[in-house]
């Protein structure tokens, strides 16, 4: 489970953990959906300005970066999917250092009621 501690409020009871370099760059590409309440988690070595793309996906999604203190410290909602034209790809990179990197699906973050700035548990 991931809970927003600052809130107190609960942003998915399941998720799965990327920490390989392949479990990382594949992320949720290919899949049809994410499941209602899930989310994944990708664990990176150090705090880095790490790039999420959206290559391969065919559902919008929200990317929550997260600090090594389990801070958020940006977000970016409802990313679409990219087309096949090169011109529509695009990484998307916090504006501060992070360690975590959470996908869920789109919408989820605004309806947690979570901000920048939030803590979370996991």
Do not use: C, Q
């Amino acid at each position: 489970m991931i809970k927003n501690a600052t809130k107190k409020r609960i942003i998915v009871k399941k998720f799965e953990i990327a920490k390989t370099p392949w479990k990382k760059t594949k992320g949720l590409m290919f899949r049809k959906e994410l499941a209602k309440g899930s989310g994944l988690l990708m664990i990176f070595e150090r705090e880095r300005k790490h790039g999420i793309w959206m290559l391969g996906m065919r559902f919008p999604i929200d990317i929550v970066f997260i600090d090594s203190r389990k801070r958020i410290v940006d977000i970016r909602h409802s990313v679409k999917p990219v087309g096949r034209h090169p011109k529509t790809w695009r990484v998307y990179k916090p504006s501060k250092p992070s360690k975590y990197v959470l996908e869920v699906n789109s919408r989820l973050v605004k309806r947690s009621g979570t901000d920048i700035g939030d803590f979370l548990e996991f």
